[in-house]
């Protein structure tokens, strides 16, 4: 079964940076696309970052820029590095399996996330 593992967050100063990991469990990792997703207080869940097999990247318009995503297949791990944090980067942050660059492959499985709050 899959199982998906997140951590790294915290809390942080505007500005400041943070490097969250997501390690996952139950797939072939190197041959999947695997995405970043967060959900502030109040708000819908939303995709942030998305890498494929091959490296390709994509970032949503909020991250580019600040946000870079990467993987390491030998670690079967996930990374998202977020430099130049905003108070509205505030949420929690989950990895999950994705189903090519827009949609997660295993919509009903998520891990238990990581709190990211940058202050003002």
């Known amino acids: 079964q899959v199982q998906l593992v997140e951590s790294g967050g915290g809390l942080v100063q505007a500005g400041g940076s943070l490097r969250l990991s997501c390690a996952a469990s139950?797939?072939?990792?190197?041959?999947?696309?695997m995405g970043w997703y967060r959900q502030a207080p109040g708000k819908q869940r939303e995709l942030v970052a998305v890498?494929?097999?091959?490296?390709?990247?994509n970032y949503a318009d909020s991250v580019k820029g600040r946000f870079s995503i990467s993987r390491d297949n030998a670690k079967n791990t996930v990374y998202l590095q977020m430099n130049s944090l905003k108070p509205e980067d505030t949420a929690v942050y989950y990895c999950?399996?994705?189903?090519?660059?827009?949609?997660?492959?295993?919509?009903?499985?998520w891990g238990q996330g990581t709190l990211v709050t940058v202050s003002s």
């Open positions: 890498i494929s097999s091959s490296g390709g990247r």
């Open positions: 139950g797939i072939i990792f190197s041959i999947r696309f």
């Open positions: 999950n399996v994705m189903d090519g660059w827009s949609k997660p492959r295993y919509p009903e499985v």
